[in-house]
């Protein structure tokens, strides 16, 4: 499926019930952007889940728990160029061990996009991933998605000023 979302075009893929963005969201006028990535600060995820709530596609960042879903359903470390992507990261799915970027089987790619310091420094590209969840620890503080080639794990995240990437999920109908 197509869909527009904050002013962007993107292709949509059903993973388990969860339906996902095929890429990262990009809203360079909130965030910092590097090689067509955005990186979100604290406030900024905070703002795209507001604009998210006035649209009606049912898009929203992902909770903790989707994160661990889709790790449940199974996954795959690839390195950059191994199935066709870009950069080194992790497919997301029941088909994760037979996924390539030509042929998704029901999964999702998340690429390892590294994340953005406050000085405006992109650190671990293509080494490991950060995926904003909107997950609140407590008042300062989220949970973020982190993995790499050996690990898939959650923590709770309270520099602010970092940028991390958003993937975008809705709960799938009819699943």
């Not at 191994?82 to 030509?102: C, H, P, Q, S, Y």
């Amino acid at each position: 499926m197509r869909i527009t979302l904050l002013e962007e075009e993107y292709e949509t893929v059903r993973v388990g019930n969860l339906e996902i963005l095929n890429k990262n969201i990009y809203s360079p006028d909130i965030a910092v952007e590097y090689d067509g990535n955005c990186y979100f600060d604290f406030i900024g995820v905070k703002v795209i889940s507001e604009l998210l709530e006035g649209q009606d596609t049912k898009f929203r960042v992902p909770t903790d728990d989707d994160f661990e879903y889709l790790y449940n359903l199974g996954s795959r470390w690839v390195e950059q160029g191994e199935v066709g992507n870009n950069l080194a990261g992790r497919f997301f799915g029941k088909k994760a061990n037979i996924a390539t970027m030509d042929d998704l089987k029901n999964c999702i790619f998340l690429p390892a996009t590294g994340y953005c310091d406050p000085l405006a420094a992109l650190v671990s590209q293509n080494n490991t991933a950060y995926y904003w969840s909107s997950t609140c620890y407590n008042s300062s503080s989220r949970y973020v998605q982190c993995f790499n080639n050996n690990l898939v794990y959650s923590w709770n995240y309270y520099h602010k000023g970092d940028g991390f990437s958003v993937r975008c999920v809705r709960d799938a109908y009819g699943s």
